[in-house]
Structures are given as C-alpha cells and as structure tokens.
C-alpha cells in the first residue's frame, strides 16, 4: 500500500517566518502534487513535480521533489496571513491520487 | 458552468436513511472522481469515472456506497442506509484528461475540486 505521511500535522507560526513543510513515502510516484484547501472550500492545486530534483517555485513558495521522487518539500518564505490553510500534498498512481493527511498551517499576524 | 458544482452543500441525514449527492463536472471533463475527506484528514479515493465508465471503484467502503455516471457529465454518488461513520465531506473533482499516465504536464491532469457536500449522520 502506498502512502505519504506529511509533517508537521500542524504548525502556527507569526508572520514573516519561514517554515518548511514535509511529505515522505516509501513508495516511488511518478509525480507528486501539492494541493492547498481553505474551510470549506475544494483543495486548490499549486504544483506539479515530475523530475527527481526537481525545484519550482511558485512567489515566495518552494518546491522540490526528492532525487529518488519518494518526498518532497514545501517551503514558504516570510509566511503571511493569506498563507493559512490546509496543505496536502498527493502522488500519482495510475488513476488514483494518494494523498497525504495534510499540514493546517495558521499564520498569526 | 466555470467550475465543479456539488449540491447539496450540507446534508443531515438519520441513521439508516439513504442519501444522493450531486456533481456537476467542468463541461468537456473527461474524468470524474469522488473522494472521501474526514474532519483533518487529506481525501480518501472513493471512485473514478472516465466519461460513462467506472473505471475504478476500489475506494468505495462498502456495498451501500453506489456511483453512476449515465452520459458521462453529471455523476450521482448515493449511500444506502447510511451509518454515523459515513459523516464527511464528499469531494467531487473532474479533469480534462483521463489518467495520469498522459500528459502530466499539459494541464490536461489538472483536477478541479468541487466545495464538497458536507454529510452528517445522526
């Protein structure tokens, strides 16, 4: 069974720090994407990684997918309060995406 | 319509009852999935359709969860005699291609989610 554990499960930081999101599995995916969600609401893609090493950057938010595409990591720089939400990343298995639990991430102003 | 449409958006249904939900797909998606998404949790692959076809139904908990997909838009997943475990938030997400073997990159595999139908089962 493949899985994708993320940490922290919960992080609140003040604005202006930086924090860095994990996502790790046994299992090797052909891509991985991170999604992000806000109550109520759908989860909103922000990524694609493909490539092993992989780094993308999206404003002050960075991605990279592990060399052996089994983790990835999120970083955010100088986090603001607009950052809040719930952060999931999800690796693709032929129709299925696997995703992981999820980091709820609370930026205090 | 823009965007993925799922009604109702919150359903309280008593113990035993049977419920339907709703999903109305970007129009032209070929790909329909439905996922199951607790309080906290990242969501839970329930089913997958490409166009009419029910590629997949491995997620699905038990026999008395049912989806269909008759012309290959509107999908209607439905519980029978649900239970207090069935309580969640069931997403609906469609995309433009069918798989994820295909064109990753293109945009084609991108999922768009609907807000959800909130259950909850007394």
């Known amino acids: 069974t493949q899985l994708l554990e993320q940490s922290p499960q919960f992080l609140s930081i003040q604005e202006g720090e930086n924090l860095t999101v994990y996502c790790n599995s046994s299992?090797?995916?052909?891509?991985l994407q991170w999604y992000r969600q806000e109550p109520g609401e759908g989860p909103v893609l922000l990524v694609t990684?493909?490539?092993g090493g992989e780094v993308k950057k999206l404003k002050r938010l960075t991605f990279q997918f592990g060399d052996a595409r089994k983790d990835s990591s999120l970083h955010i720089t100088a986090a603001q309060p607009g950052d809040t939400g719930l952060y999931l990343c999800?690796?693709?298995?032929?129709?299925?995406?696997?995703w992981g639990a999820g980091t709820k991430l609370i930026i205090k102003p | 319509g823009a965007g993925v449409s799922q009604s109702p958006r919150y359903k309280v249904a008593k113990r035993g009852q049977d419920v339907a939900l709703r999903c109305d797909p970007i129009?032209?998606?070929?790909?329909l999935f439905w996922y199951q998404q607790a309080l906290g949790q990242g969501p839970e692959f329930l089913t997958y359709?490409?166009?009419?076809?029910?590629?997949?139904k491995s997620g699905l908990p038990s026999d008395r969860f049912f989806a269909e997909r008759p012309e290959g838009s509107v999908s209607t997943l439905k519980i029978q005699r649900t239970q207090q475990e069935d309580s969640a938030v069931y997403l609906c997400?469609?995309?433009?291609?069918?798989?994820?073997?295909?064109?990753?990159?293109?945009?084609?595999?991108?999922?768009?989610f609907g807000a959800g139908s909130r259950l909850t089962v007394l």
């Open positions: 359709f490409q166009n009419e076809a029910q590629l997949d």
């Open positions: 997400a469609s995309s433009l291609a069918g798989g994820w073997g295909t064109a990753i990159n293109s945009g084609a595999n991108v999922l768009t």
């Open positions: 990684v493909v490539t």
């Open positions: 999800a690796g693709a298995a032929v129709y299925q995406l696997i």
């Open positions: 299992s090797v995916f052909s891509s």
């Open positions: 129009s032209g998606h070929v790909s």
